[in-house]
């Protein structure tokens, strides 16, 4: 069917995850030029040494998830996620040192902000090492500010290539949360507190509005003939900078599904769109709210970044506006 590209995490299923994309690697006997792996680091045990994006933690959780997944290597890593309590020079020098080993190709991250992510870049240029090539953020019809917002400057700046998540909005994109939660789906996963939580919002005012969107994106799904979920993962993809979809599924059948998306993308017109748009009416500003400015102290630029422009103080001077 065309599927290349198998995403990881050192915390997903405590590990367990990563062991069984190793059993099936080997299974398969699949050539490794073949495919393409990711796997993230931050969460990698409960020790005070096993989590963040230390040097430390960088190296061994790494090591540790090439160990199981049986690979001398993965295409892409990400960082998990950011952290505040390490320097991002210490970060950015640590998966320089994985990708000069050759434990990886390419580096990235996964819900940095687009402040964090240019001081990644600037850092990286200042040392002459690489810097985040790939950002893991969530995207879909109901959560957009973030991808086609705020990182709007940085995908032709720095190339930035996005491997997405959640494009099904946790399946409510799907329709089948619009009446009850079915007893195999994970929203009824009771030992998961992240999924009881987000169950919990399902009947508030927010999430009403959320099910009445799905009940009049059907329409459109039906004159397409085309699942919901079809047309949210067709959707997704016809963002240019989506560089690819990463979907979940508790059954086969699910996959299957999922793919025939990819045969909706081009009856996305610029006509469906605004049927689309219409119905979500979530669109964000074309006015971005953030600013590249540079911190002037004694005549000489001490920092670079973005920042919000309500946040802007009278001490910082604008250079260009990120728009």
């Not at 990711?38 to 959780?61: D, M």
């Not at 996964?110 to 964090?116: F, P």
Request: glycine share 6%; aromatic share 8%.
């Amino acid at each position: 069917n065309g599927i290349n590209f198998f995403d990881n995490a050192e915390v997903y299923a405590n590990g367990k995850s990563e062991i069984a994309m190793g059993k099936a690697i080997k299974k398969f006997g699949w050539k490794r030029s073949s495919y393409v792996i990711s796997t993230k680091i931050f969460w990698g045990g409960e020790g005070v040494n096993e989590r963040g994006l230390s040097r430390k933690h960088i190296v061994e959780g790494t090591k540790a998830a090439l160990e199981r997944l049986q690979l001398d290597y993965v295409d892409l890593i990400f960082a998990h996620r950011p952290d505040t309590d390490t320097p991002m020079e210490e970060t950015v020098r640590a998966f320089n040192h994985v990708i000069e080993r050759g434990w990886a190709f390419y580096w990235g991250t996964s819900e940095w902000s687009a402040e964090q992510l240019t001081d990644a870049h600037r850092i990286a240029e200042k040392l002459g090492l690489i810097g985040p090539l790939m950002e893991q953020p969530q995207y879909n019809m109901f959560y957009r500010e973030r991808f086609e917002k705020e990182y709007a400057p940085l995908y032709a700046k720095h190339g930035l290539g996005t491997t997405i998540w959640s494009p099904l909005a946790s399946g409510i994109l799907t329709g089948k949360y619009n009446k009850e939660i079915p007893a195999d789906s994970r929203l009824a996963l009771k030992e998961s507190p992240v999924m009881q939580r987000l169950a919990a919002t399902l009947d508030t005012p927010e999430g009403k509005q959320k099910f009445a969107k799905v009940d009049a994106l059907k329409p459109i799904a039906d004159k397409l003939d085309c699942t919901l979920a079809q047309l949210a993962l067709a959707w997704c993809v016809k963002n240019p900078n989506v560089s690819t979809v990463i979907t979940g599924a508790s059954k086969p059948s699910q996959i299957i599904e999922n793919i025939k998306a990819l045969a909706v993308v081009p009856k996305l017109t610029g006509e469906v769109l605004a049927e689309i748009e219409a119905v979500l009416a979530n669109k964000p500003s074309p006015e971005s709210n953030y600013i590249r400015i540079i911190f002037v102290w004694n005549n000489s630029s001490v920092l670079a970044g973005t920042a919000k422009a309500s946040e802007v103080s009278e001490n910082a001077m604008v250079i260009n506006s990120s728009r």
